[in-house]
């Protein structure tokens, strides 16, 4: 089955400076990948989605890009700001099976 | 409209006793997922439910653990013989798609086992 891993666990970075999140999944056969973000004590929420058809998507401060021959994708944020503050989780999926999760990434953005 | 709604929000029990948690999912959302999270880790997946296909099962940790899903909307997840490694936040999620899309998650159960 799927297997999602993320790195960093943790990442610290200054305000106005970027963040990037990695991951990798094992099922050649995925091609769903969202990223979720988890503030304290509250339900995940979807914040940007990408499909396998392609490479590159962005919403305003953040981008997903993703490598489908190396299996891996990540997030983008930049220009943080202390509200970008959360856990990051990514995830995929083939599109008819289970989602599956990777690890999170709790982000620190500092003033 | 009104989102996914999971009860009880909090439930602490004693070792050894069952547990009920409920998922009303979000209407006419066809996929509906249950998962873990333990005190600061990830989401660890559990069952998956899409229309009148068979539930995957395959990330139930044991066979203590069970849940179904009635009429295609309700969801009961069921916990017997509770143990204290049991405790965790337990997230319901609802979909609209047949193809997977985002999902909408619950408040959570909180689960605490003595």
């Known amino acids: 089955g799927e297997n999602v891993e993320q790195h960093p666990s943790t990442l610290s970075v200054q305000e106005g400076d970027s963040a990037v999140i990695k991951c990798t999944y094992s099922?050649?056969?995925?091609?769903?990948f969202p990223w979720y973000k988890q503030e304290l004590g509250k339900r995940p929420q979807l914040i940007i989605d990408?499909?396998?058809?392609?490479g590159e998507k962005k919403d305003q401060r953040i981008a997903v890009t993703l490598n489908k021959t190396a299996k891996h994708f990540s997030l983008h944020i930049t220009e943080t700001q202390p509200e970008d503050s959360a856990v990051y989780f990514c995830?995929?999926?083939?599109?008819?099976?289970?989602?599956?999760f990777g690890t999170g990434t709790r982000l620190l953005v500092s003033p | 409209g009104a989102g996914v709604s999971q009860s009880p929000s909090n439930k602490v029990t004693e070792k050894g006793k069952d547990v009920e948690l409920r998922c009303d999912p979000i209407?006419?959302?066809?996929?509906l997922y249950w998962y873990r999270q333990s005190l600061g880790q990830g989401l660890e997946f559990l069952i998956y439910?899409?229309?009148?296909?068979?539930?995957?099962k395959s990330g139930l940790p044991s066979d203590r653990f069970s849940a179904e899903r009635t009429g295609g909307s309700v969801s009961t997840l069921t916990i017997q013989r509770t143990q204290q490694e049991d405790s965790a936040v337990y997230l319901c999620?609802?979909?609209?798609?047949?193809?997977?899309?985002?999902?909408?998650f619950g408040e959570g159960s909180r689960l605490t086992v003595l």
């Open positions: 999620a609802s979909s609209s798609t047949k193809i997977t899309g985002e999902l909408f």
């Open positions: 099922d050649s056969a995925s091609n769903y």
């Open positions: 990408i499909r396998s058809n392609v």
């Open positions: 995830a995929a999926s083939n599109g008819f099976q289970k989602l599956v």
């Open positions: 209407s006419g959302h066809t996929a």
């Open positions: 439910f899409q229309g009148n296909s068979a539930p995957d």
